[in-house]
Every structure is written in structure tokens, then in C-alpha cells.
């Protein structure tokens, strides 16, 4: 079966430098989160989008960005680097946010940014 | 503050022997409740979850899980550990309201011994 693609897999950038990171659902789901795991933390949640609107709001900082396209793939833009971005970044998906009826929403594997 | 407390950074158990994950919520009402399983330079799987019913819940790999509405637990258990179930594993809560997101726990990391 499909799953959560992310890409890239791993990303080296230097300080002040832009990273985009790409998520491509698992077909039909519409609902995307984007998650940030920074070294023994528990993943925090960023940010979500519903049908390319978005949905919520975690504690992304505001030199980040984020969009849903028409094909439902987001995308994470992320500016002016700093060392403490260094993280996993994980999307997930779901259909709807209905989370009930989903069997849990499917996490990608992450991309790793490090930021030098 | 944290909606979910794992108490134990690490949990370690010999091969054979039962496993137990504990985790605590602070979610007002019942909560939606879920494990999830990482190994190094992975990402998140999905283990299992509580919505509703039965409080036995059980998931992937013979992991289970019981919820208790009087302790706010959410303990995940296996009856005999694999040394292939070292990893992090992560409690995860998310109210039952309209906010979707996850709040996960601080992550046990759990070593089976040979």
C-alpha cells in the first residue's frame, strides 16, 4: 500500500540558507500535518492543512511557511535557517479530520535537516 | 503544560519477558489515545489506538494496550518481548473536540536484552 512520501530524505543546508521540504499524501487523503522532532524531543506539531486551506496552527516560527497544492502535496518552506532547526521533520496524512475513522494518520519518514 | 507523561525514559527487559510501556494523560473527558513505535532513522509508526469501546485494545506486533479511565492510563504491553522491539516508543493524545492534532509523550526508549 502506499504511504506518506517525503522528500527529501536528508538535507544539509548552512545557516540562513532556505529549505523546502515536500509531502506527497497517501492518495484521497486530504489532510496534512507537518511535525518537528529535534534530537531526543518528542515530535512537535507545526502546522495542518484541509483541503488546501489550513487548519491549524502549532508552534511553527514565522520564518516558516507551508502550503497544501491542488494534488493535496505540501509543501514546508522554511527561511533564514538557524542551528536550532536542525530536526526530523515528519508530514502525516489523513482523510478528512475525522480522525476516528482513521486508522491513526500515517506518518512519512521524515526528512533530517541539518543546519551548519 | 503536557497532556501526556511517560514516566520512564527507559525501559529495559530480557528477551521472553513481559513489557510494559507507561503512559499517563491529562486530557479532560476521554481522550482519543494512541502508541506509536520509532526506530532509529525511521519515522512514526502506528501501533494501535483507543476511541472507544472495549478497554483492551490490542495492535501491530502483538503489542496491546489498556485503557483506564480512573488512573488516566494508557499503559502498552506485551506479553513476551523480542529483542527486535528495542525502539522509542511514543504516547500519543488528541482531545475529542475539533482540535486534530497529536500531543505526544516524551518517548520511552525500551531495550530487550538477548
Known amino acids: 500500500a502506499a504511504g506518506v512520501i517525503q522528500s527529501p530524505r536528508h538535507l544539509i543546508k548552512e545557516k540562513r540558507e532556505t529549505a523546502t521540504l515536500k509531502c506527497y499524501p497517501i492518495?484521497?487523503?486530504?489532510?496534512v500535518y507537518w511535525y518537528q522532532q529535534g534530537p531526543g524531543q518528542d515530535p512537535q506539531f507545526l502546522i495542518s492543512f484541509y483541503e488546501k486551506m489550513q487548519s491549524d496552527k502549532g508552534s511553527i516560527p514565522d520564518r516558516f511557511s507551508a502550503q497544501q497544492f491542488s494534488d493535496y502535496h505540501s509543501e514546508l518552506n522554511m527561511s533564514s535557517l538557524e542551528l536550532g532547526d536542525s530536526a526530523l521533520y515528519f508530514c502525516?496524512?489523513?482523510?478528512?479530520?475525522?480522525?476516528?475513522?482513521?486508522?491513526?494518520?500515517?506518518f512519512g519518514s521524515g526528512t533530517r535537516l541539518t543546519v551548519v | 503544560a503536557q497532556s501526556v507523561a511517560q514516566p520512564e525514559d527507559q525501559v529495559n527487559v530480557a528477551e521472553g519477558n513481559p513489557l510494559t510501556v507507561k503512559c499517563t494523560y491529562s486530557?479532560?473527558?476521554?481522550?482519543?489515545l494512541f502508541w506509536y513505535v520509532q526506530y532509529p532513522n525511521r519515522g512514526l509508526q502506528f501501533l494501535l489506538k483507543?476511541?472507544?469501546?472495549?478497554?483492551l485494545v490490542k495492535g501491530s506486533y502483538g503489542f496491546e494496550a489498556e485503557f483506564n479511565k480512573s488512573q488516566t492510563s494508557f499503559h502498552l504491553k506485551k506479553p513476551s518481548a523480542l529483542v527486535s522491539d528495542s525502539a522509542l516508543y511514543f504516547c500519543a493524545v488528541r482531545p475529542r473536540s475539533n482540535d486534530y492534532k497529536l500531543s505526544f509523550g516524551a518517548g520511552t526508549t525500551v531495550t530487550v536484552r538477548a
Open positions: 486530557v479532560s473527558g476521554n481522550p482519543y
Open positions: 502525516a496524512s489523513s482523510l478528512g479530520t475525522d480522525l476516528p475513522t482513521n486508522y491513526g494518520y500515517t
Open positions: 492518495p484521497r487523503h486530504d489532510t
Open positions: 483507543y476511541i472507544t469501546g472495549d478497554n
